[in-house]
């Protein structure tokens, strides 16, 4: 099986940290590049350290760059509330001993991407911050970039506004430059992560394989438990619920039979009110041409399993 070339940009972030958790676990299917760090549920500052602090304890050998400090026109909103101060709940990593890259995100994700052979698909699951300014200032990576899987948007609802999901909240500009760039995109919206969720019960199975790791990452998804936000039409039937939205955007490449999706042309609200809201064209209405594969539907029980296995590998691997 040839390893598909990624850079992922994130903001760890809980959730964040589940996503590399199941993205170095599958060191045979992904090769990872690069890691660059966002600014969204919280500072860049903290982004970067925990994202050097988790992969330093996972075994990872990666360089991890710096990206922007503030979204493109927008004031930085984090998401303190939901992921915590530190960013990772109450759960501790220790000091990491990866260091901070010489080289800023976007120079790094250009000569990362300029210098590879083949070309490189970008996993994003922060704000679209990094990845816009790469467009921007370098449109000449796009015909080495495979495609965008991103998680961000959705199509009915919002957890940050009434209509606008977290991601695509705190910089729609950098959606919009994003979106328009003739990159293939991959969008895990809300409408697939809030079918992508682990149940209690199944998190205390993560806790039952009785390794530090596991014991971790247990109490890392069960800090936001309670304060988790739902759209409308959440089709849990259970009470306690938490959505692995991050996971998504890298499960999606390695495993994709698990997952339904339709391609749309999708367009984001800049301003006011909605300012942030994917509208998704499932219909065609408005006769433009598709732009986004927007996914709706995942095979939960596979999904959840996948990740087990992801959580038993790292635990192996440190035991
Ligand atoms: O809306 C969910 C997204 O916002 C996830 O990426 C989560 O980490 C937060 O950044
Ligand atoms: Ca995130």
């Known amino acids: 099986m040839t390893k598909i070339p990624i850079i992922i940009d994130t903001d760890p972030g809980i959730d964040d940290a589940m996503m590399l958790t199941l993205a170095f676990a599958n060191e045979g299917a992904l090769d990872v590049r690069l890691v660059t760090t966002c600014s969204g549920n919280i500072s860049q500052d903290k982004t970067n350290y925990n994202a050097r602090s ?5 075994g990872a050998d990666v360089e991890i760059a710096r990206g922007l400090e503030q979204p493109i026109f927008r004031e930085l909103e984090v998401a303190e509330d939901i992921h915590g101060e530190s960013g990772f709940g109450n759960v501790q990593f220790p000091t990491p001993t990866l260091l ?85 995109i991959v969008m895990s919206g809300l409408d697939v992560t809030h079918k992508a969720f682990v149940t209690i019960e199944e998190a205390k199975n993560i806790l039952a394989i009785g390794t530090e790791f596991a014991e971790k990452a247990y109490h890392l998804v069960t800090y936001y438990l309670d304060v988790i936000k739902r759209t409308p039409f959440h089709e849990a039937n259970y009470d306690q619920v938490l959505h692995f939205h991050d996971v998504c955007a890298v499960m999606y490449l390695l495993k994709p039979e698990y997952f339904k999706g339709q391609d749309c042309y999708v367009e ?11 509208v998704v064209d499932y219909t065609n209405r408005s006769g433009k041409m598709p732009n986004v594969h927007v996914l709706h539907t995942v095979d939960r029980g596979a999904f959840v399993a996948e990740f087990v296995k992801a959580v038993e590998i790292i635990s192996d691997r440190l035991e």
Request: aromatic share 6%.
């Open 100 to 184: 901070v890259s010489n080289r800023p995100a976007v120079t790094a994700m250009l000569e990362t991407i300029l210098a590879s052979d083949e070309k490189i698909t970008i996993v994003a699951t922060g704000p679209l911050t990094n990845v816009a300014a790469l467009l921007l200032a370098h449109p000449e990576v796009k015909t080495n970039i495979e495609r965008i899987s991103w998680m961000g948007g959705a199509a009915v609802g919002g957890n940050m506004s009434p209509s606008a999901e977290f991601n695509a909240y705190v910089d729609p500009h950098a959606v919009e430059i994003v979106f328009r760039s003739g990159i293939p």
């Open 268 to 278: 984001v609200a800049l301003e006011g009110v909605t300012a942030g809201a994917t």
């Open 54 to 58: 988790f992969l330093s304890y996972i």
